[in-house]
């Protein structure tokens, strides 16, 4: 072999192996899109479960809105359509956002900072939701009870054994909330990992 043959196969070989390179990295990078977009998946089904509960509920208060007969329980009406509706929403939007950011295109800095920006605000909204859940039971406890049963908590007195029933469920609905969370913080975490592996 001459030494032209031999430069013009090692120039080929070397073509070969640099598109055989950029081929792997692309599929590398798909596949870590792949993984990136699945973190979210299970958790978008579940709010938007959740987020079509919270609407349903807030149709049949919207229905009943006339049974709340004075101000202050208008006042709770308006306080658990606003949590039921506007809450959900927010998540729901800041989930898609997450999701949907495009970790093949833009720089690594660049979908980094826009990744840590929305990881923080779907972190401060589940904060958000979870204190006003337990604020929320201040007004959604006495909407429910007047639409369901025509009763007025402001005006009866409890017995010990609703004030029992009231604690445990408090008790039960703050380890909901912590379990809740600490999935969130795992999930951003790990779809956090995957984009610090693309450095």
């Known amino acids: 072999m ?8 090692w120039s080929q070989m070397s073509n070969e192996l640099e598109q055989q390179k950029k081929l792997t990295n692309d599929i590398i990078l798909d596949m870590t899109k792949q993984k990136y977009q699945n973190k979210f998946v299970l958790v978008t089904k579940y709010e938007t479960l959740g987020a079509l509960v919270c609407f349903i509920i807030s149709f049949l208060v919207v229905l009943n809105f006339n049974k709340l007969d004075t101000w202050y329980l208008q006042i709770c009406g308006v306080l658990t359509l ?13 989930l898609k956002r997450i999701k949907n950011i495009d970790i093949s295109k833009g720089s690594y800095k660049e979908n980094l900072s826009l990744f840590l920006k929305t990881k ?41 054994e609703q004030y029992i029933v009231f604690t445990i469920t ?17 999930i951003t975490q790990s779809a956090q990992e995957l984009i610090k592996d693309l450095e």
Do not use: H
């Open 2 to 9: 001459e030494i032209e043959e031999l430069q013009a196969a």
């Open 170 to 186: 408090l008790v039960i609905f703050a380890f909901f909330c912590k379990w809740a969370y600490s999935g969130y913080q795992k």
């Open 120 to 160: 923080n605000r779907l972190l401060k909204l589940q904060q958000i939701g979870i204190g006003f859940g337990f604020i929320g039971l201040l007004f959604i406890v006495p909407v429910t009870s007047k639409i369901m049963s025509n009763k007025d908590v402001f005006l009866i007195s409890f017995k010990k």
């Open 82 to 94: 606003s949590f039921l509706i506007i809450l959900p929403l927010m998540v729901l939007k800041t």
